[in-house]
């Protein structure tokens, strides 16, 4: 046994979770199935996908663009539409989940997809940790707007000629509903959100406070690799996003200890 699977075994979701441990079936939630996105995360989205505690769920996420960014030649300040970015696949419904559970998504793995997968970097304008934003004034000018694609594999991340980067992917943006707020698919909080932590990533656990029956889980985009930070650049995330069994573990961990994401690894 390895040591990550004996990990894993030991684990609050596999030892205290509603399924033990055990799993059930895997579903794929396609952009065909999927229909339309949502660019908010609250109760009043109707779910896509209903599962069982212990089921795998495929997710095959757009970029935070939603493909509207073709090529170096497309600028965000003409081809986008704030806020409308960030989409948000699922709500994915598990039944049996209450609310003041925990939801334990185990993210099992992930790779890109597309026969010559992109991602896609940029410059956008008041936006990011370096320049001037409509919440935060700076002295300096706004940031020209610079686009780049990227190209990878399961490997690496090919920056330039010269700089190439390993594949380390990781989901940017996970959550179950708030009870009563819809709130924008780019916000952090309690519910989890537009989070871009690298840890979660493939072989961890993330858990997550249900505040609604069933929980009504939303992933979205995902990223290959990520320093410990973001300055101005949004993340390129075409990826097919993360194998997740799924769980809630009303035994596990108290709702008064869980009040808002929790990474295992």
């Given at each position: 046994?390895?040591?990550?699977?004996?990990?894993?075994?030991?684990?609050?979701?596999?030892?205290?979770?509603?399924?033990?441990?055990?799993s059930g079936t895997t579903h794929?939630?396609?952009?065909?199935?999927?229909?339309?996105?949502?660019?908010?995360?609250?109760?009043?989205?109707?779910?896509?996908?209903?599962?069982?505690?212990?089921?795998?769920?495929?997710?095959?996420?757009?970029?935070c663009f939603e493909g509207r960014i073709r090529d170096e030649a497309d600028l965000p300040s003409q081809v986008l539409e704030m806020p409308f970015i960030n989409p948000q696949c699922g709500p994915v419904l598990v039944e049996g989940v209450e609310k003041g559970d925990v939801l334990a998504v185990h993210i099992e793995s992930m790779s890109p997809w597309g026969e010559n997968p992109r991602?896609?970097?940029?410059?956008?304008?008041?936006?990011?940790?370096?320049?001037?934003?409509?919440?935060?004034?700076?002295?300096?000018?706004?940031?020209?707007?610079?686009?780049r694609k990227i190209h990878l594999d399961q490997e690496h991340v090919y920056w330039s000629d010269r700089v190439t980067l390993p594949y380390r992917p990781h989901v940017g943006t996970i959550s179950c509903s708030p009870e009563i707020d819809s709130i924008n698919a780019l916000t952090p909080d309690q519910h989890g959100g537009n989070m871009d932590m690298p840890d979660i990533c493939p072989g961890n656990i993330v858990y997550l406070p249900a505040k609604v029956p069933g929980a009504a889980s939303s992933s979205a985009t995902a990223m290959p690799v990520r320093a410990r930070g973001k300055s101005a650049a949004w993340p390129w995330s075409t990826l097919r996003s993360p194998r997740c069994a799924s769980m809630s573990s009303r035994d596990g961990p108290s709702p008064g200890r869980v009040s808002r994401p929790r990474i295992s690894s």
């Open positions: 046994m390895t040591q990550a699977a004996d990990w894993l075994q030991t684990s609050i979701m596999e030892t205290r979770g509603l399924t033990r441990g055990r794929e939630l396609t952009p065909e199935r999927q229909g339309t996105y949502h660019y908010t995360i609250g109760p009043y989205s109707e779910p896509v996908l209903t599962v069982q505690p212990g089921d795998r769920v495929t997710f095959w996420t757009q970029d991602g896609t970097c940029c410059l956008v304008p008041e936006f990011g940790g370096l320049t001037g934003t409509t919440h935060t004034a700076t002295l300096n000018e706004p940031l020209p707007e610079v686009v």
